[in-house]
């Protein structure tokens, strides 16, 4: 890291001393742009990197609701605005009980270029509390996410921040949302929310958007290396949102997931799931609260292995951790790497720490794909939602689908072609950082002080 980068890594140590996950994103994208930031002496005079690591607004707000035993209950909730120079601020919520503000920083700054990387005019930016939706009933549910919302909808709205869904906020949460923000603004604004169910505004493939997108930016990845998705195998963690849509377009292009783990232990099932019937009862598990997986061993038949992961498994051609943070720490990534498998794939936001991302990185055997970059189709689908309720319109499956391709391959090419430029080789997490912090760089520029 030359002088600036490190003087600015030092500066937010200091002021954030208190903020791991934040720290440790901010730590993982300036160690790649020492290129660009030499090749543009101009930006340490307008203190460019001091701004992009700060955001632009912090809410944090208090967010009291009722059980169903008329108990009333505290919660916290966050919308960290990170970077809005390319557009109206974008990014999902995240409800569970461990959200604190670092990580809900360091979801926001990973959105900013995450946005930036897939071409569309969003900014970045992530929200949550520390709501655990799990053992709630829908009614509950109801009424925390009118509670968060009627605090949070005055600084949203189609122009200015539209949130999404993340980890623990689906379909139903931003349902819920969506009603309530209609009755405070007294409008149908249909692009404060993305994520809607269909029938309210959403978009088509929006659910699937993100497992299908990484499975897109995956079939690029191998293309590169003259290798075909039919017959590959994957080893997977998490089979909520994300890794059913994963499960789904893998079977759909004669791929398998045959490893998934939850939070209980994991499953192995050669035959993959691939069938309807797998994939349904993939739903109704996610829909079962605790949400275990072992059920789904005894229903088909297969293994089941308790309380571990399955990284470093040996039969399989591809790792997706699709979970949460920090799922894989230094010791997993060295069984990934004895395992011989070459592609590493992050889905999950930020799944691998710095130092297991680093040793992973230099495995001359591996291929490390970067989740900012994977899991960008979620995002660019809810952009494409409010492009469609700023039109009035609802596209085709087959349209949103082809727009999505579209973008995934774009990610991936422009990854591989700046990291080239720069002198780096085949680096697609460096490459991703850099076009992601260009784009942003750029527009900020522009924009003069802010
Ligand atoms: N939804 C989206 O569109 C996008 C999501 N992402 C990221 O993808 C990841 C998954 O999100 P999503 O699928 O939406 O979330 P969901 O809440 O739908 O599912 C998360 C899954 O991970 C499991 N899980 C959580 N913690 C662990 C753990 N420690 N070990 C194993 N499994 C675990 C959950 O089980 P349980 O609920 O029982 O804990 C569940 O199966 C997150 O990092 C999210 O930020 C990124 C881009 C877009
Ligand atoms: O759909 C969105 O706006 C954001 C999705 C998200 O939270 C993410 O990309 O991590």
């Not at 609260?289 to 990284?311: I, L, Q, R, S």
Request: hydrophobic share 40%; glycine share 10%; with cysteine.
């Amino acid at each position: 890291m030359n002088a600036y980068l490190s003087r600015v890594l030092e500066d937010v140590k200091t002021k954030n001393a208190n903020e791991p996950e934040f720290l440790q994103t901010v730590e993982e994208v300036l160690s790649s742009l020492e290129p660009v930031i030499e090749a543009h002496p101009e930006y340490e005079k307008c203190a460019l990197l001091e701004r992009i690591v700060e955001p632009e607004r912090t809410i944090e707000f208090r967010v009291t609701w009722e059980d169903d035993n008329h108990v009333w209950h505290v919660n916290r909730g966050y919308r960290v605005q990170y970077n809005g120079a390319l557009g109206p601020y974008k990014g999902g919520i995240r409800f569970d009980p461990s959200v604190n503000l670092s990580i809900i920083k360091f979801l926001g700054f990973e959105q900013v270029f995450k946005d930036a990387m897939t071409g569309l005019p969003i900014g970045g930016a992530k929200g949550g509390s520390d709501f655990d939706p799990r053992g709630k009933s829908d009614a509950e549910v109801m009424r925390f996410c009118q509670a968060f919302i009627s605090e949070l909808y005055r600084h949203i709205g189609q122009d200015i921040d539209c949130p999404a869904g993340d980890l623990g906020c689906g379909g139903r949460e931003i349902g819920y949302m969506y009603g309530q923000y209609r009755r405070l603004v007294g409008a149908s604004e249909f692009g404060a929310l993305s994520g809607k169910a269909v029938c309210t505004g959403g978009s088509i493939l929006r659910p699937e958007a993100t497992g299908f997108g990484a499975v897109y930016y995956l079939v690029e990845a191998l293309k590169h290396d003259g290798e075909d998705i039919k017959g590959k195998r994957i080893a997977m963690s998490g089979y909520g949102n994300v890794g059913w849509g994963i499960m789904k377009k893998a079977a759909e292009l004669g791929a398998k997931v045959t490893y998934f783990a939850g939070p209980d232990g994991y499953i192995h099932d050669p035959e993959g799931v691939s069938t309807e019937e797998k994939l349904n009862y993939i739903l109704e598990m996610r829909a079962k609260d605790p949400m275990h997986c072992k059920p789904y061993a005894e229903k088909f038949g297969c293994e089941f292995v308790p309380a571990t992961k399955c990284w470093g498994v040996k039969d399989v051609d591809i790792y997706m951790p699709a979970a949460t943070q920090n799922d894989v720490n230094l010791d997993w990534a060295k069984k990934i790497a004895e395992s011989g498998v070459k592609y590493y794939i992050e889905v999950a936001n930020m799944p691998t720490t710095n130092e297991a991302l680093e040793f992973l990185k230099e495995q001359k055997h591996m291929v490390v794909a970067p989740s900012k970059a994977v899991n960008a189709g979620g995002v660019s689908v809810s952009e494409l939602e409010m492009a469609q309720n700023a039109e009035r319109l609802y596209w085709t499956a087959e349209e949103v689908d082809e727009k999505l391709k579209g973008i995934m391959k774009n990610i991936y090419q422009s990854s591989v072609e700046v990291a080239e430029r720069y002198g780096l080789g085949y680096d697609l997490v460096a490459g991703a950082n850099i076009v992601g912090f260009q784009k942003v760089a750029d527009a900020m520029m522009a924009q003069g002080i802010f």
